[in-house]
């Protein structure tokens, strides 16, 4: 499964990109173990992809970039 890259929006607003939680972890080159033990000590929050209650999830690329590049200022 790929993600499009951010595009403008016909309005000129950027959309969001969305990552799965496999797709975070290629990208930060971790395990999914260690994915859910940052984000209960500070990785940006997953945001609903699905109906309430449905365990489908995803993280905005802006809120990972973010915490990538806060984290290489340290």
Not at 36 to 50: H, I, N, Y
């Amino acid at each position: 499964m790929t993600t499009p890259a951010t595009q403008e929006s016909d309005e000129g607003r950027m959309e969001s990109i969305v990552l799965r939680r496999k797709q975070v972890a290629a990208l930060l080159n971790i395990s999914l173990a260690t994915l859910w033990r940052w984000q209960a000590q500070g990785f940006p929050r997953p945001v609903p992809l699905g109906p309430p209650g449905s365990r489908c999830v995803g993280y905005r690329k802006s809120d990972v970039d973010a915490w990538m590049a806060n984290r290489g200022a340290c």
